[in-house]
């Protein structure tokens, strides 16, 4: 999963191969290019939501961050009460009530801090979303729930997930 966002660090690398992604070889773009594609065009939802979020930052901007952070140059900044909405938006499709974007990490489950992971990873309408461990750490309950949110997601995005695991 690492290596397919381009996230390996030293000394590990990308010894050969390739991953094609919308036509392009990902693992020979510039580093600013594929810093673009992470989100709008490929997607983590990562293990350990809980170990993700910023503990210091509420979900919302937590959110919004990364939205502003993958805006193209010249792409027009959306407004505060676009960027809310678009909260939650995200918030209710992984099965959240709005108003968790006002809290922080500490004051969730750990199956809410997942689903506030995969409302980040889908923030960008991504055509593959890599799945690593989603369940790990959640009852079996919490596991479902979070197995049928993300089949959800996969359909109302028309996306491919590629799901990362040992306990299915």
Do not use: C
Not at 58 to 71: F, K
Not at 139 to 157: C, N, Y
């Amino acid at each position: 999963a690492m290596a397919l966002m381009r996230l390996i660090r030293p000394p590990g690398h990308i010894a050969k191969g390739s991953v094609i992604l919308n036509g392009r070889d990902i693992t020979k773009l510039p580093e600013d290019d594929m810093r673009k594609t992470r989100l709008s065009e490929l997607a983590l939802v990562p293990q350990g939501a809980m170990n993700s979020l910023n503990p210091v930052m509420r979900i919302e901007h937590q959110v919004t961050d990364g939205i502003i952070d993958h805006l193209y140059d010249g792409d027009p900044k959306p407004t505060k009460v676009e960027l809310r909405e678009t909260v939650r938006d995200l918030l209710t499709r992984v099965g959240l009530r709005p108003s968790v974007a006002r809290l922080f990490p500490h004051e969730l489950s750990g199956g809410m801090k997942q689903r506030v992971a995969m409302a980040i990873g889908i923030s960008l309408r991504p055509k593959l979303i890599i799945a690593d461990e989603p369940t790990s750490a959640l009852d079996v309950v919490v596991q479902r729930q979070i197995m049928q949110t993300l089949g959800r997601l996969q359909e109302g995005l028309d996306a491919s997930i590629m799901l990362v695991g040992h306990d299915m």
